[in-house]
């Protein structure tokens, strides 16, 4: 079995910082992209931020500039840093990997179970 769990969510008021973490466990034998998801109240899900394993990254432009994404291959870790936090930030935010369990066979989609982020003063 392969788990992703997310930690560091949580209450900031706005023009503050928060830092997102997310460990894969169990039987891996590669990740290939990692990435953060955002889904607010009442919308959909939308994609914040991504690194590839060879540490390419892209952001959505409504983060860029504020949010840095990076990863950890030893650990299996990918992180999000947080800054210049607004209230538009609020969501519960989702960690996805594509992760290999075996060499040689394909990459599958994996979640996190989701953190709370909420910006408020």
């Known amino acids: 079995q392969v788990q992703l769990v997310e930690s560091g969510g949580g209450l900031v008021q706005p023009g503050g910082s928060l830092r997102l973490s997310c460990a894969a466990s169990?039987?891996?034998?590669?990740?290939?992209?990692m990435r953060w998801y955002r889904q607010a109240p009442g919308k959909e899900r939308e994609l914040v931020a991504a690194?590839?394993?060879?540490?390419?990254?892209n952001y959505a432009d409504s983060v860029k500039g504020r949010f840095t994404i990076s990863r950890d291959n030893a650990k299996n870790t990918v992180y999000l840093e947080m800054n210049s936090l607004k209230p538009e930030d609020t969501a519960v935010y989702y960690c996805?990997?594509?992760?290999?369990?075996?060499?040689?066979?394909?990459?599958?989609?994996?979640w996190g179970q989701g953190t709370q982020v909420t910006v408020s003063s």
């Open positions: 169990g039987s891996i034998f590669s990740i290939n992209a």
């Open positions: 690194i590839r394993s060879g540490g390419i990254t």
């Open positions: 996805n990997a594509e992760i290999a369990k075996v060499v040689g066979t394909k990459f599958y989609s994996y």
